[in-house]
């Protein structure tokens, strides 16, 4: 063989590795399997969920109006002037541009004896929400950390093509089934967020006065990890153990 041959032989088989690579890659992203299911609420709405690792999750925001025996949840519309949501005593819920992504609800809601769980689900604690961002990739040198955290964990959760976000916005892939759609958030002064570019979702782990929460923002591709007054009105993503 001479050696200009030798040379092309060389070439066409890194070309040929090369091509099997790129194919086996591919073909390993899409092989991903998403495992989906329902749950219905109680008042027979039902819900698309996922599981990622072993738990399910909601594939949609929380949109109970009663507490599971019947009784209603306070509402403040997203009309109502600031200091009506700032001077809410005891469980309540709101929204911000569109109810249809689910309700905000403040922490009294979710600590309510009466419950908004269906029978085998629960309210996530700050440990199940970091299970999920190791699932998706994130690190375990940065898991425990408060602020901006990971590197590119928000689109895999984050719907595609932006579906539920502001117009001109691209940044979601959904790799995982989670469907995460900007639902807002209402401080505890009674402002809201309503930009169309943020999603925000209460834990169940309180640390002093305050509970732990997280944070998506169409700005960034990193979760947000913090914890805030506990008037603050939040999404809620329900979870169950497998």
């Not at 590795?17 to 073909?27: D, L, P, R, V």
Request: aromatic share 14%.
């Amino acid at each position: 063989m001479s050696r200009t041959t030798r040379k092309f032989f060389l070439l066409m088989m890194s070309f040929f590795m090369m091509s099997i690579f790129t194919s086996c890659a591919e073909e390993e992203k899409e092989e991903r399997i998403i495992e989906r299911g329902t749950l219905t609420d109680n008042s027979g709405r039902v819900y698309r969920t996922v599981r990622v690792g072993n738990k399910w999750w909601m594939a949609e925001n929380l949109s109970v109006k009663r507490f599971n025996n019947g009784d209603e949840i306070p509402f403040v519309s997203s009309q109502d002037l600031d200091d009506t949501w700032a001077n809410i005593v005891g469980p309540g819920m709101t929204f911000t541009l569109d109810s249809t992504v689910g309700f905000l609800y403040n922490y009294d809601c979710l600590l309510d004896a009466r419950g908004i769980a269906p029978e085998g689900w629960r309210i996530p604690t700050d440990e199940d929400w970091k299970n999920l961002e190791k699932e998706v990739g994130m690190s375990s040198s940065e898991i425990n950390n408060t602020g901006w955290r990971g590197q590119n964990e928000a689109p895999l959760l984050t719907s595609k093509n932006s579906l539920g976000w502001a117009p001109g916005l691209l940044f979601g892939t959904d790799e995982y089934g989670f469907d995460a759609r900007s639902s807002g958030v209402r401080i505890f002064d009674g402002r809201r967020n309503l930009s169309g570019k943020v999603a925000f979702w209460w834990t169940l782990t309180e640390n002093g006065d305050d509970v732990w929460y997280r944070y998506i923002d169409s700005d960034q591709t990193r979760i947000f990890r913090h914890y805030t007054h506990k008037n603050y009105a939040m999404a809620v993503r329900l979870v169950k153990d497998i």
